[in-house]
């Protein structure tokens, strides 16, 4: 089993950057898949970025070239960089965990507003 805890949240301007972490703890966090999901309200939960225990990466096309996921295995935490962010990325983001069963974090709420 793994627990999960989002922090880096915040509220940010257009155009701005925010980077979320996600804390990984009760499992061998190194042989996890994880990834980042978001939900707006009203919307349903959708990919934002995955990465596999070997490094393996990919990204919805949404936020492809601005966000970048990343993982510390001596650190169990993996990483949501944001770049370049647009009012359309706000949503809460929930980091997830895969090695067949999934584990998902509390969720961390990220506003991109003027």
């Known amino acids: 089993q793994v627990q999960l805890v989002e922090s880096g949240g915040g509220l940010v301007q257009p155009g701005g950057s925010l980077r979320l972490s996600c804390a990984a703890s009760?499992?061998?966090?190194?042989?996890?898949?994880m990834g980042w999901y978001r939900q707006a309200p009203g919307k349903q939960r959708e990919l934002v970025a995955t990465?596999?225990?070997?490094?393996?990466?990919n990204y919805a096309d949404s936020v492809k070239g601005r966000f970048t996921i990343s993982r510390d295995n001596a650190k169990n935490t993996a990483y949501l960089q944001m770049n370049s962010l647009k009012p359309e990325d706000t949503a809460v983001y929930y980091c997830?965990?895969?090695?067949?069963?999934?584990?998902w974090g509390q969720g961390t709420q990220v506003t991109v507003s003027s």
């Open positions: 009760g499992s061998i966090f190194s042989f996890y898949a």
């Open positions: 997830h965990a895969n090695r067949g069963v999934a584990y």
């Open positions: 990465i596999t225990s070997g490094g393996v990466t």
